[in-house]
């Protein structure tokens, strides 16, 4: 049997027996020196001299002049008429695009949404926000006898129950405005009392309620962000009221937070504090 794994983003060829003994191994340590090249790199450091670049990498400055002309050539690697030094080059911003837009957040998100339901044995939803509601776009219903259920192209309100408040919280003030004319017939708050409450949860990363939307049952909902950091969906575990108690809230807290992370990782999200706060 043939795996190919990846090792420090070198290539790493693995042949293997039947029996899963490995036979070979071979790395391509150029590879791993280019890759050692663009990981240099960083929002903090986005520019390196040639110099700068070899006392980091402890390269021969031979070998690294010919790396970097190389992927300058390729236009992974630019070099500054003004200063000299290196950053990355424009390439990468159209690989980016071609593969952000290959991302479908169902599609990302399954197996992760597979294994928080089975953690928690409750309903799992993600919603995102279309107009003035929130809408279902993926959901595994519990196996439980006694459950909550959710069907994909259901609609939630924003301003009550954790998987609408979730999505919004990082709308903006004239959003939320718009979104409360439609609801305020529902609601028992004054505006400036909801978007109090609403920046609370933005504080806490998460929304918990009880009983907002329905007797009996509850929710709770994090954010999911894209790669630049927007809030695009919320992720959801919602169930009978009876079963979010105290012994069992702080574990699902934790399981959906992990799974939110997990996906927006996947979506290219990287954790970055500076990320816009406001949904798409």
Not at 21 to 44: C, G, H, Q, R, W
Not at 116 to 132: D, H, P, S
Request: charged share 25%.
């Amino acid at each position: 049997m043939r795996n190919i794994t990846m090792k420090n983003l070198g290539i790493v060829l693995r042949y293997q027996l039947g029996n899963g003994a490995m036979d070979k191994l071979y790395e391509l340590k150029l590879l791993n020196k280019i890759f050692d090249v663009l990981e240099s790199f960083t929002p903090e450091k986005p520019e390196y001299s040639l110099t700068e670049l070899q006392k980091k990498l402890n390269l021969h400055k031979a070998t690294l002049y010919r790396i970097l002309l190389n992927l300058e050539t390729r236009e992974y690697i630019q070099k500054s008429r003004y200063s000299g030094k290196y950053r990355l080059g424009s390439k990468f911003a159209v690989l980016a695009n071609v593969c952000l837009s290959g991302l479908d957040l169902r599609e990302v998100s399954h197996s992760f949404t597979r294994t928080l339901a089975e953690e928690t044995g409750e309903t799992i939803i993600i919603n995102v926000m279309e107009g003035y509601h929130g809408v279902c776009i993926e959901r595994i219903n519990s196996t439980q006898p006694v459950k909550i259920t959710a069907e994909i192209g259901h609609q939630v309100p924003l301003l009550r129950g954790a998987s609408g408040k979730i999505l919004a919280a990082y709308c903006d003030d004239r959003q939320i405005a718009a979104i409360y004319e439609k609801e305020k017939g529902e609601l028992a708050k004054p505006l400036e009392e909801i978007r109090r409450d609403l920046s609370d949860l933005r504080e806490k990363g998460h929304a918990i309620t009880f009983e907002e939307l329905d007797r009996d049952t509850a929710g709770i909902s994090f954010p999911i962000r894209n790669a630049a950091g927007v809030v695009v969906a919320g992720l959801s575990v919602i169930g009978p009221l009876f079963r979010f108690n105290d012994s069992k809230v702080p574990g699902l807290l934790r399981f959906t937070g992990e799974c939110a992370a997990l996906i927006s990782k996947e979506l290219g999200y990287g954790g970055n504090r500076g990320e816009s706060p406001r949904a798409a």
